[in-house]
């Protein structure tokens, strides 16, 4: 494939991506050997297309190329333990998590990869709760303060879940 018919594709998939249209995005990017990229933005944005069609060794795949090719983007090492443990690939996820925390200590997004991290290996209820009341504590998103009302519910303490839905 030459470099017109790439950027012909490439602008394809950005438009069926404005579009929402993930699953033809996937059937053009497939089309193309993705090894031969050199952009990091290009490789994150197929990664994410993959990773919405749920073919998350393909996306890690790519966002590990990203890596090696800006290995201090710090993002692209959170999306890459969080694909590890999508694929129930909890060594490489931790070791992913640990450049991501090296690189971005007191970003709170660490929290959320350990929780995951966490819950993935069935570690104990109240761990998985401890991460989240410390997330909690730094920064505040519906959706991780649900999750902690689930954990409260699930280990007994409604006082605590109907405390955390009122909030």
Not at 2 to 30: C, F, H, M, P, S
Not at 131 to 159: M, P, S, V
Request: overall charge negative.
């Amino acid at each position: 494939m030459d470099k017109y018919e790439y950027q012909l594709k490439l602008d394809q998939i950005n438009k069926l991506i404005e579009r929402n249209d993930y699953g033809t995005a996937l059937k053009v990017a497939n089309g193309i050997d993705w090894h031969r990229v050199r952009s990091v933005t290009t490789l994150c944005k197929i990664a994410d297309v993959y990773e919405r069609n749920r073919k998350y060794e393909e996306s890690r795949e790519l966002l590990s190329m990203a890596y090696e090719r800006a290995p201090v983007g710090r993002m692209i090492a959170y999306r890459l333990s969080d694909i590890s443990i999508k694929l129930h690939d909890y060594d490489q996820a931790i070791e992913y998590y640990k450049e991501f925390v090296h690189s971005a200590p007191k970003d709170p997004g660490r929290l959320i990869l350990k929780y995951k991290i966490f819950r993935g290996k069935g570690a104990a209820l109240k761990d998985q709760i401890a991460i989240l009341e410390e997330y909690r504590a730094q920064e505040y998103e519906e959706e991780w303060a649900l999750e902690l009302a689930y954990r409260y519910e699930e280990a007994g303490d409604i006082e605590k879940c109907v405390n955390e839905c009122d909030e």
